[in-house]
């Protein structure tokens, strides 16, 4: 068998229905995911509502990079790599807080938060230096849309639109359910660590094959209405955004519901502060619309998932780990439905969470599964005889088919070709 | 606390009382285990810290009593895939202190190393356990169990066990 160390022909390890398996835990592979994905493309960093005011700041990561997030005195957002210019010490070691400047421990070096470097101890042995070619490093494109902030290492490509494309309608769709038009990430973190490549995580979000099964026991022991969703007689549909964004649509069967934040397994009665906020921000009949189909779940390529009332953000330890962080989405200034986006959030994800334990079981034992050295291959092509075209032009399929992974792939495949 | 002012004999039956908590917990005997909460039970395990506000930030469990009964029902559906197969746990609970005595109520804290063997890897877990134990008849139930992990602010793998 040939190694991976230097893959000529793509076509040799992706398929059409499937990918050759060392391609989850070979580390050549891995170096070049972190080059021509990680280190090329649009990635998902942080939310503005993380450092709302002047001189806030957030830990975040972008690839391996450690990225310190601020908000400086001009209001803009920077992404700062955590690394100081003067021998490399790591410069700030919280995982958040307010201050205008960063001080690095090991010889008093002073960074303002938007990357200058402001102060050097014992000023007079810099003569020579040009301190403006001394700040500290940054990730050179940032853009956010709809809050979201992304960043990319790579100094000219498409645009984030562009490279969103289609998906910034999902962003669209989950801030219409929110009666302020905007979200916030206020709730802190769940950080659950899987031994398992980034790939079985991006995959599994819009998976909608495995829920009736590894999800079996939330089904038997609360009166959670999943199943229908997920099953082969669901009308819910996956879709392939193209750029390895893809979705499970499930408006279709909250159509057929026809009841306001069933989606959310709720009704209008428990929520009437929200309701009356939904409808005081978008009229009676949309607002009902909206309320009827919820929010998305959707994955947008490489590490942001929008699961319906939580986000997780993907981030690659190594070629065999992986770190899910997952908050609760909360709707600004909507109280009555952020408290129980939180319960929701708590009960269903994190180490102990009554779904995202059994999902990441699978990551590892997939993972192991993988190592097998026998030539193997995965097969991804359940509904491909049945793929077609939305109104728009998308690739959809039944939601329990292949059909999101083959987007992903085929988009992947472009990227390591490129 | 001066040490002559300590009520050895409460102490003693509490530390009792938790080290069968620890060892059905152990041995994933989740309804036995279950039997041990009051109606008003409430199991917390915060992420990040112990200073966070549960009603406002992730935990990374915040059970009232019927999110236990799930949990313990979800445990016993045999699908509860993260923890299969069995996950084999010991744990060591020491330094138990008497933190608050307040009516029928009592507080204790104490310290707790696992050991913990999944499918996958073995694992060491630490915390800093608070119980609210409520004295009924001649015994005890749980009113609150507060497992603050020494790295909750760390990326933590798979707790499917009880912890
Ligand atoms: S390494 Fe930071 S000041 Fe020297
Ligand atoms: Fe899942």
Same mark, same amino acid.
């Given at each position: 068998m040939n190694d991976l160390s230097s893959i000529e022909n793509w076509d040799d390890h992706i398929f059409s229905d499937g990918v050759d398996g060392r391609l989850y835990n070979d580390q050549h592979v891995f170096e070049q995911e972190l080059k021509k994905i990680w280190y090329t493309t649009w990635v998902y960093v942080g939310h503005e509502s993380e450092i709302p005011n002047t001189n806030d700041f957030v830990m975040k990561s972008l690839g391996l990079e450690p990225i310190i997030m601020t908000r400086s005195k001009d209001g803009n957002v920077n992404l700062l790599?955590? %690394?100081? %210019?003067?021998?490399?010490?790591?410069?700030c070691s919280k995982s958040k807080g307010n201050q205008g400047s960063f001080t690095c421990p090991y010889h008093s070096w002073t960074f303002k938060n938007d990357g200058k470097l402001m102060g050097q101890a014992y000023p007079d042995g810099f003569k020579n230096a040009d301190k403006s070619a001394l700040g500290l490093k940054r990730v050179p494109r940032i853009a956010s849309y709809g809050g979201f902030i992304f960043g990319s290492?790579?100094?000219?490509?498409? %645009?984030l639109e562009e490279y969103l494309g289609g998906a910034t309608e999902l962003i669209d769709r989950l801030l219409a359910n929110s009666p302020s038009g905007e979200i916030e990430v206020t709730t802190g973190y769940l950080k659950h660590k899987v031994r398992g490549n980034w790939k079985l995580l991006v995959e599994n979000e819009t998976d909608g094959y495995h829920p009736g099964f590894v999800h079996a026991s939330v089904f038997m022991v609360s009166n959670s209405r999943i199943n229908e969703l997920y099953?082969?007689?669901?009308?819910s549909l996956s879709r392939d955004y193209g750029n390895g964004h893809t979705e499970i649509d499930l408006r279709p069967e909250f159509r057929k519901r026809g009841e306001e934040l069933s989606w959310f397994g709720t009704n209008k009665e428990r929520l009437p502060d929200y309701v009356e906020q939904m409808k005081a921000a978008h009229g009676d009949e949309k607002a009902r619309e909206i309320m009827i189909d919820g929010t998305p779940h959707a994955m947008i390529f490489p590490n942001l998932f929008i699961a319906e009332i939580q986000m997780f953000v993907i981030e690659p330890i190594s070629v065999s780990e992986t770190v899910q962080h997952v908050t609760a989405i909360q709707f600004k200034g909507s109280p009555d439905i952020n408290r129980r986006l939180r319960q929701q959030t708590m009960g269903s994800v994190?180490?102990?969470?009554f779904l995202l334990a059994d999902d990441s079981v699978m990551y590892e034992r997939t993972h192991q599964g993988l190592q097998t050295k026998t030539g193997y291959r995965t097969y991804t092509g359940r509904g491909n005889h049945r793929e077609r075209l939305d109104e728009d032009g998308y690739l959809v399929g039944d939601s329990t088919d292949d059909l999101p992974s083959r987007g992903i792939w085929k988009h992947y495949k472009s990227l390591m070709e490129a | 606390m001066s040490l002559a002012n300590i009520n050895y004999s409460l102490l003693r039956e509490a530390e009792q009382f938790l080290f069968v908590e620890a060892r059905l917990a152990d041995e994933n005997r989740y309804e036995d285990w279950e039997s041990l909460w009051a109606d008003d039970g409430v199991y917390w395990v915060p992420a990040e810290n112990a200073e966070i506000d549960p009603e406002k930030e992730m935990s990374i469990i915040y059970d009232n009593r019927s999110r236990i009964s799930v949990r313990i029902r979800q445990f016993l559906s045999g699908k509860r895939y993260a923890a299969d197969p069995e996950i084999k746990v010991r744990r060591v609970v020491s330094?138990?202190?008497?933190?608050e005595e307040d009516g029928d109520e009592v507080l204790v804290g104490c310290n707790a190393i696992y050991f913990v063997s999944t499918e996958s890897d073995d694992e060491v877990w630490g915390s800093r356990n608070e119980f609210r134990l409520r004295q009924v008849g001649d015994g005890f139930e749980l009113a609150r169990k507060n497992v603050f992990l020494v790295n909750a602010h760390k990326a933590l793998p798979n707790l499917a066990f009880l912890i």
């Amino acid at each position: 068998m040939n190694d991976l160390s230097s893959i000529e022909n793509w076509d040799d390890h992706i398929f059409s229905d499937g990918v050759d398996g060392r391609l989850y835990n070979d580390q050549h592979v891995f170096e070049q995911e972190l080059k021509k994905i990680w280190y090329t493309t649009w990635v998902y960093v942080g939310h503005e509502s993380e450092i709302p005011n002047t001189n806030d700041f957030v830990m975040k990561s972008l690839g391996l990079e450690p990225i310190i997030m601020t908000r400086s005195k001009d209001g803009n957002v920077n992404l700062l790599i955590n %690394t100081c %210019t003067h021998r490399g010490n790591k410069l700030c070691s919280k995982s958040k807080g307010n201050q205008g400047s960063f001080t690095c421990p090991y010889h008093s070096w002073t960074f303002k938060n938007d990357g200058k470097l402001m102060g050097q101890a014992y000023p007079d042995g810099f003569k020579n230096a040009d301190k403006s070619a001394l700040g500290l490093k940054r990730v050179p494109r940032i853009a956010s849309y709809g809050g979201f902030i992304f960043g990319s290492f790579a100094e000219e490509g498409p %645009t984030l639109e562009e490279y969103l494309g289609g998906a910034t309608e999902l962003i669209d769709r989950l801030l219409a359910n929110s009666p302020s038009g905007e979200i916030e990430v206020t709730t802190g973190y769940l950080k659950h660590k899987v031994r398992g490549n980034w790939k079985l995580l991006v995959e599994n979000e819009t998976d909608g094959y495995h829920p009736g099964f590894v999800h079996a026991s939330v089904f038997m022991v609360s009166n959670s209405r999943i199943n229908e969703l997920y099953g082969d007689k669901s009308s819910s549909l996956s879709r392939d955004y193209g750029n390895g964004h893809t979705e499970i649509d499930l408006r279709p069967e909250f159509r057929k519901r026809g009841e306001e934040l069933s989606w959310f397994g709720t009704n209008k009665e428990r929520l009437p502060d929200y309701v009356e906020q939904m409808k005081a921000a978008h009229g009676d009949e949309k607002a009902r619309e909206i309320m009827i189909d919820g929010t998305p779940h959707a994955m947008i390529f490489p590490n942001l998932f929008i699961a319906e009332i939580q986000m997780f953000v993907i981030e690659p330890i190594s070629v065999s780990e992986t770190v899910q962080h997952v908050t609760a989405i909360q709707f600004k200034g909507s109280p009555d439905i952020n408290r129980r986006l939180r319960q929701q959030t708590m009960g269903s994800v994190g180490p102990a969470g009554f779904l995202l334990a059994d999902d990441s079981v699978m990551y590892e034992r997939t993972h192991q599964g993988l190592q097998t050295k026998t030539g193997y291959r995965t097969y991804t092509g359940r509904g491909n005889h049945r793929e077609r075209l939305d109104e728009d032009g998308y690739l959809v399929g039944d939601s329990t088919d292949d059909l999101p992974s083959r987007g992903i792939w085929k988009h992947y495949k472009s990227l390591m070709e490129a | 606390m001066s040490l002559a002012n300590i009520n050895y004999s409460l102490l003693r039956e509490a530390e009792q009382f938790l080290f069968v908590e620890a060892r059905l917990a152990d041995e994933n005997r989740y309804e036995d285990w279950e039997s041990l909460w009051a109606d008003d039970g409430v199991y917390w395990v915060p992420a990040e810290n112990a200073e966070i506000d549960p009603e406002k930030e992730m935990s990374i469990i915040y059970d009232n009593r019927s999110r236990i009964s799930v949990r313990i029902r979800q445990f016993l559906s045999g699908k509860r895939y993260a923890a299969d197969p069995e996950i084999k746990v010991r744990r060591v609970v020491s330094n138990f202190e008497l933190l608050e005595e307040d009516g029928d109520e009592v507080l204790v804290g104490c310290n707790a190393i696992y050991f913990v063997s999944t499918e996958s890897d073995d694992e060491v877990w630490g915390s800093r356990n608070e119980f609210r134990l409520r004295q009924v008849g001649d015994g005890f139930e749980l009113a609150r169990k507060n497992v603050f992990l020494v790295n909750a602010h760390k990326a933590l793998p798979n707790l499917a066990f009880l912890i």
